[in-house]
Each structure stands twice: as C-alpha cells, then as structure tokens.
C-alpha cells in the first residue's frame, strides 16, 4: 500500500505570492490533517478534513486555507506569502476520524519564501 | 484545551545506555497521548500511543511509555539506546471531544558509540 504523498517536496517561492500544495492520502483515508512545523514555533496544526469537510482548524490566519476533494485528496492554500511562512508542511491521513486510529504522516512540503 | 510539555530539548546518551525522554501533559478531559519519532528529512512515524486501556504501553523498535495520571507524565523509555535511535522524538495529545492534534516541542536525542 502506497504511504501518503505530497508535492512538490521543495518550494521557493517569493513574498506576495500564494502557494498550493497537495496531499495524496492513503488509499481508504478519509481523513487529511495538515500540520506547520518550523524551528521556533514547532509542530502546530493547520486544520483537519473528513470526507471533504473541514472539522477542525488552529490558529492560523485566514491566509491559510484547505480543502478536499472526493477522492480524499487534500490541497492547502497560502494566500500572501510572508517570510515567516517558511516551514515543512506536513499532512497526516487517518482511515478514521478518531485519533484512537493512527495518523500516518507523509515527508512534506518544505516551503521557503524570499 | 490541552498541551504537553517536553523536557530537555536535546537529550545525549551512549549506546546500550538508558534512553528516557519527558513528557508531561495538561488536559480538562481524559487524554489520547502519542509519541512519534521523526528522522531527517521524513515525515513523523508512531511510535506508540496511550488510549485509556493498559497505563504501561508497548510501541516499535523496544520502546514503551507509562501513563501516570497523578504525575500527568508520559515519559518514554528504551532499555538499551541503538544508533539508530537517533532522531527527534515528539509527544503529542489530542482531546475526546476537540480531535486536533498538539505537539510538544520535541527532544532531539543523540546516541554516542
């Protein structure tokens, strides 16, 4: 079974500009989390998506947005990218809504702004 | 709201040695805790996860964990460090009722030979 996928691996991208980026969850999963993690502010989480419904989200502002598709497929959004938007973007799937089911992370998207 | 707390930010122990990372938990609710390790350039893997059944809680690679409700910890331990231990471990909780996720700061750990 193919783990869970993102693209691109590497982004540079400059200030001003939006970014998307894309998750392939595990096939069966219908639930995508998104996670930011940089060297100050750590692991936060971004928001998580169940059956193309977004259930719960952090802190974030609304720069950041989400969505899902039908096929479980995940993309997140940042609109008016800011230096402190670089970070590895992680995704999670989970084959259930339920934290008791493990998430299984994919490598990540590192985005860097100039 | 919940969180965990991570103490030591860089933990170092030789090979064959002990390895015990902390991790102490706040939450209003009974908690989910986790622990997941992360090696350069990948993504988190689980390494074991507590859910209210057994306190002392088994994962991958010889590693356990033991939920201690009126200490709020969760520290993790190995009997005997291997150099491929070497990572950066992260504990994690999640609530019953609010399901995102929080992490700790994350504790680096080296093995030395």
């Known amino acids: 079974k193919a783990g869970v996928t993102q693209t691109p691996r590497y982004l540079i991208k400059t200030r001003g500009q939006q970014v998307t980026l894309s998750c392939s969850p595990i096939?069966?999963?219908?639930?995508v989390s998104w996670y930011q993690q940089t060297p100050g502010q750590g692991l936060q989480f971004l928001f998580e998506y169940f059956s193309e419904t977004q259930r719960n989200k952090g802190n974030f502002p609304g720069r950041f947005s989400g969505r899902q598709f039908s096929n479980s497929r995940s993309e997140m959004n940042v609109s008016t990218l800011e230096l402190g938007d670089s970070a590895l973007y992680l995704c999670a799937s989970s084959s259930s809504r339920d934290y008791l089911y493990e998430q299984y992370f994919g490598p990540g998207t590192r985005l860097t702004v100039t | 709201a919940q969180s965990v707390t991570q103490l030591g930010s860089h933990v170092s122990v030789s090979e064959g040695a002990l390895v015990l990372l902390r991790c102490n938990y706040s939450?209003?609710?009974?908690?989910?805790l986790f622990w997941y390790v992360q090696y350069p350039n990948q993504g988190l893997q689980l390494l074991l996860k507590y859910t209210s059944a057994a306190t002392l809680v088994k994962g991958i690679n010889g590693f356990e964990a033991e939920f201690k409700k009126s200490e709020t910890s969760f520290h993790l331990t190995k009997p005997s460090a291997h150099m491929s231990d070497a990572a950066e471990y992260f504990c994690a909780v999640s609530g019953l009722i609010n399901n995102d996720m929080r992490f700790g700061a994350g504790t680096r750990l080296t093995v030395k030979p």
């Open positions: 096939s069966g999963h219908r639930s």
């Open positions: 939450s209003s609710v009974p908690p989910y």
